[in-house]
């Protein structure tokens, strides 16, 4: 069975820092292109970031980028999301989510986490 | 930045055909895909490339697209398929993927 299962949320305060972590099984973690993608009461479903199967690309939604990372370890089946210098506005609902191409990238996204929820407040 | 604009809801009785529509400038020249989201639930793929269904969704659930708009069909409509649905492409100016604000589907 394909599952990706997100772990690291919690309460945060502005300013402060948050890891994400992401643990895959059931396939090979490896061939594919792994995405987070958040959800928000008043943004929806948001695109945050994309990392390619063998990590040497990676790509970030304007709102987040030079503030979060994200990065992979293909020998433990797990990606991260590093999160640093957290605005109220990154609360949401963030998912772990396979992209349904192998070895590439197809932008359509086949496996979600269950998601784990960020709250930046004070 | 690149929009999809989808209407808030949509209603209908069971057994009857939903269609949820989505728009976009030039959307015929992006592939669609489109998703399902049950309250609590993570959303799951039910088409595409604009037609296509991934293994184990139901053939009610049909895809299509004319030149700026797309929608997706589910035929014979249940009870469970009340959920929320979200158009997505990839917008290559940007370089990033798009989803729409997502329809509420109410099943009378």
């Known amino acids: 069975q394909v599952v990706l299962v997100e772990s690291g949320g919690g309460v945060v305060q502005p300013g402060r820092s948050l890891r994400l972590s992401c643990a895959a099984s059931?396939?090979?973690?490896?061939?594919?292109?792994i995405h987070w993608v958040r959800q928000t009461p008043d943004k929806g479903l948001e695109w945050v970031a994309l990392?390619?199967?063998?990590?040497?690309?990676?790509y970030y939604a304007d709102s987040v980028k030079g503030r979060f990372i994200i990065s992979r370890d293909n020998s433990k089946d797990t990606l991260a999301l590093q999160m640093d210098s957290l605005r109220p506005e990154d609360t949401g609902v963030y998912f772990c989510?396979?992209?349904?191409?192998?070895?590439?990238?197809?932008?359509?996204?086949?496996?979600w986490g269950t998601g784990t929820t960020v709250t930046v407040s004070s | 930045s690149y929009v999809l604009t989808q209407p808030p809801s949509v209603s209908v009785a069971p057994g009857q055909t939903a269609r949820m529509t989505c728009g976009g400038s030039?959307?015929?020249?992006?592939?669609v895909h489109w998703y399902q989201q049950k309250p609590g639930q993570a959303p799951v793929l039910v088409v595409y490339d604009d037609s296509d269904r991934p293994s184990g969704i139901p053939e009610r659930y049909s895809g299509s697209k004319s030149e700026n708009t797309a929608t997706l069909t589910i035929s014979r409509v249940e009870a469970g398929d009340e959920a929320d649905y979200y158009c997505q492409v990839y917008d290559s100016d940007s370089d990033r993927p798009v989803f729409g604000g997502g329809t509420k589907l109410t099943v009378l």
């Open positions: 059931g396939f090979s973690f490896g061939d594919y292109a």
């Open positions: 989510v396979r992209d349904r191409a192998l070895l590439m990238v197809f932008y359509s996204m086949d496996v």
């Open positions: 030039n959307l015929i020249f992006k592939s």
């Open positions: 990392i390619s199967h063998d990590g040497s690309d990676k």
